[in-house]
């Protein structure tokens, strides 16, 4: 019943930029969903899942190398959304983007969990 899902994908030039969103709900409209963790991971066709960024509920982030002072990782005040404002786009970040995030649950009770999103293509050409 919770939903993790992503958007922004899309067809870009080297150099250009894009934001990726992703929504945190829950399908009965009296449960309150927030997300506490939140990451990112890619997966370009033939290789495996890589990790691309994380931001924690206090406020601490992490990159991979190849895309630091790049790409920013960011939570709104709602803890509804998160986001993955990707710039200076290379080729080689062409993949599959997946957000997943330790989610809150209110619903009732008070409940924690992990969860993915279904990924948003990112294809970065000439």
């Known amino acids: 019943q919770v939903q993790l899902v992503e958007s922004g994908g899309g067809l870009v030039q080297p150099g250009d930029s894009l934001r990726l969103s992703c929504a945190a709900s829950h399908l009965n409209p009296g449960a309150s969903v927030s997300i506490m963790n939140l990451s990112w991971y890619r997966q370009a066709p033939g290789k495996q899942r890589e990790f691309v960024a994380s931001?924690?509920?206090?406020?601490?982030?992490n990159y991979t190398d190849s895309v630091k002072d790049r790409f920013i990782i960011s939570r709104d005040n709602s803890e509804k959304m998160g986001y993955l404002q990707m710039n200076s786009l290379r080729p080689e970040d062409t993949a599959v983007y997946y957000c997943?995030?330790?989610?809150?649950?209110?619903?009732?009770?008070?409940?924690?969990?992990?969860?993915w999103g279904q990924g948003t293509q990112v294809t970065v050409s000439s």
């Open positions: 997943t995030a330790t989610l809150r649950v209110v619903h009732g009770a008070v409940g924690w969990g992990d969860f």
């Open positions: 931001f924690t509920s206090d406020g601490t982030t």
